[in-house]
């Protein structure tokens, strides 16, 4: 049998330092809400391989679902010979996005791959090559989303020069002193600094940050933008990697909000752990580029396609927007009870749509000055007492949730009693 220690030690002599792991532990099996490493220790799954498995890990449905589509074929390439699954998945999703209007859909492998192409469709629509997006966004690691993503450590750090075109503003953020107001300020410093409103051909932003800290976007800021795309011809690029499929209790994060974007871009939990992303958006805007300008030998694979199908169906069948509902307004409950103890860490900013949850550890009660340290120690303590957990953010002090949106309240509790357990000094 392999343990956790061999595994480490393989791992270290075959895989670069490049490839992060926020755990200690090696999966063995995981089913819904638990997992197993290999040493045969149970955990309670608060990550869910980063917004995954809203559908939880194996999900019988999406299971079934990928072994029908196995026995019929596994690949053919889409751009070679197309499938009914792909074609199925796009008019769903077409219909189901926030989109005005006519959508059109096109689909890709990872997140990143989704952000260059919403790009790239945005750039050959209106003919502009400026992109803007936002302090503490997180879009992708390849070379044009890390130059989007609004961090330099660890996503820019020593891989040489950013792609050209993009340019950043401060997103709102009240305990740094930042708000709406300022943004569009510097939004109008921006236009009269750097590159001209009719230079640009999209806005990208996350409808709540994930990698940044689970910041949610000022409904003012996302209805001036639209505005300002609106006047000067600007694409609005809706980044829904992480907030879609249930997360905020919405489908999608951007119905939390009163208007629509032009392109959505869509993976994680799309496809209930197999490998799939996507664009969605405005027709005329999708049909920009010509043949053979989209596309992805791996994109839109058919067992891909047929999870996410199945996927979608669980989300309707288990009223799992009402779950997403349900389970943050658990978690917040706990949480703030938790932060009224005198033995546990300093916990601000309890935050969240849906079952998208965050809070912060700083170093005072009733303080904003980040803890890093001490939310790194409440990780690793977390795992010891069984719990898988994430931190984030650009100060790295904040614990975000993204258990199943199936957990049941007996884990989730379970999960919650270990999280206590973590946060006491």
Not at 40 to 45: A, C, K, T, V
Not at 134 to 157: D, I, W
Not at 369 to 385: F, I, M, N, R, S
Request: with cysteine; charged share 20%.
């Amino acid at each position: 049998m392999t343990h956790n220690a061999d595994l480490a030690t393989r791992r270290a002599a075959a895989v670069p330092r490049g490839v992060g792991h926020a755990t200690t532990l090696y999966a063995a099996r995981a089913e819904n809400a638990e997992l197993w490493d290999a040493d045969g220790n149970r955990f309670i799954d608060f990550a869910g391989g980063i917004a995954v498995l809203n559908t939880g890990h194996r999900h019988p449905k999406v299971q079934a679902a990928a072994l029908k589509q196995m026995d019929a074929f596994t690949h053919t390439a889409f751009q070679v010979v197309p499938y009914e699954s792909y074609i199925a998945l796009c008019e769903r999703l077409n219909i189901l996005a926030p989109i005005d209007g006519p959508a059109k859909s096109v689909l890709f492998t990872t997140g990143a791959e989704a952000v260059e192409n919403a790009v790239k469709i945005a750039r050959c629509a209106t003919r502009r090559d400026g992109v803007i997006a936002f302090t503490g966004g997180f879009h992708g690691r390849t070379a044009l989303t890390s130059a989007l993503t609004g961090k330099v450590v660890p996503y820019k750090k020593d891989l040489g020069p950013q792609q050209p075109g993009v340019y950043h503003l401060p997103f709102p953020v009240e305990a740094s002193g930042i708000d709406t107001a300022d943004t569009l300020k510097m939004l109008d410093y921006l236009f009269k600094a750097d590159i001209a409103p009719d230079a640009v051909a999209a806005i990208i932003i996350e409808p709540v940050q994930g990698e940044g800290g689970f910041l949610i976007t000022p409904p003012e800021l996302m209805r001036a933008l639209r505005k300002i795309c609106d006047d000067n011809g600007i694409l609005l690029i809706a980044d829904e990697v992480q907030t879609g499929f249930g997360r905020t209790g919405k489908l999608f994060a951007m119905e939390n909000y009163d208007v629509k974007p032009d392109l959505m871009t869509m993976a994680k939990s799309l496809a209930g752990g197999y490998p799939l992303s996507g664009v969605v958006g405005r027709a005329e805007v999708m049909d920009a580029p010509v043949t053979g300008g989209l596309g992805g030998t791996y994109g839109g694979n058919p067992v891909a396609c047929a999870a996410a199908l199945a996927v979608l169906d669980v989300i309707e069948e288990e009223a799992l927007l009402d779950a997403a509902n349900r389970q943050g307004a658990r978690l917040k409950a706990r949480i703030e009870s938790i932060s009224q103890r005198n033995d546990s860490v300093p916990i601000s900013a309890l935050r969240g749509f849906g079952a998208m949850i965050a809070f912060d550890i700083v170093t005072e009660p009733g303080g904003h000055t980040p803890d890093a340290t001490a939310t790194k120690a409440v990780c690793l303590k977390a795992q010891e007492h069984g719990l898988i957990l994430l931190s984030c953010g650009v100060y790295g002090n904040t614990i975000r949730l993204l258990a199943p949106l199936t957990a049941s309240d007996d884990i989730l509790d379970e999960g919650l009693d270990k999280l206590e357990a973590a946060l006491r000094r």
